[in-house]
């Protein structure tokens, strides 16, 4: 299994951008997907999940953000919206199976390799 992603760019404060992951292989229906992000010098953490029809967001990015799948196009989706400095950082897609989503990052077994997200003010 194989993730890509894109999307990320420098977008100024107040301003929208759609995050794509894009997933190779068999089965991506059956995948718990999920998206973390890094910021510089800061740890990596959860923004968004999805698990069959079930979502899940980090508090920081609710109301704000919008994850999506695309089941025919073996591919997820991450609007973002009202985009604040602090939402910079590489944003990694990730997938597990059995459908559900974590917010820990050990969980998940794919990653994709990041797309940067930098938020001007």
């Known amino acids: 299994v194989q993730l890509q992603a894109s999307g990320g760019g420098l977008v100024q404060a107040g301003g929208s951008l759609r995050l794509s992951c894009a997933v190779s292989?068999?089965?991506?229906?059956?995948?718990?997907m999920a998206w973390f992000r890094q910021a510089p010098g800061k740890e990596r953490e959860f923004v968004a999940g999805?698990?069959?029809?079930?979502?899940y967001y980090a508090n920081s990015v609710k109301g704000r953000f919008t994850i999506s799948r695309d089941n025919a196009k073996n591919t997820v989706y991450l609007q973002m919206n009202s985009l604040k400095p602090e939402d910079t950082a590489v944003y990694y897609c990730?997938?597990?199976?059995?459908?559900?989503?974590?917010?820990?990052?050990?969980?998940?077994?794919?990653w994709g390799q990041g797309t940067l997200v930098t938020v001007s003010s």
């Open positions: 990730a997938a597990r199976g059995g459908n559900l989503v974590a917010a820990t990052g050990s969980a998940y077994d794919y």
């Open positions: 292989g068999r089965a991506f229906s059956g995948y718990g």
């Open positions: 999805i698990g069959g029809r079930d979502t």
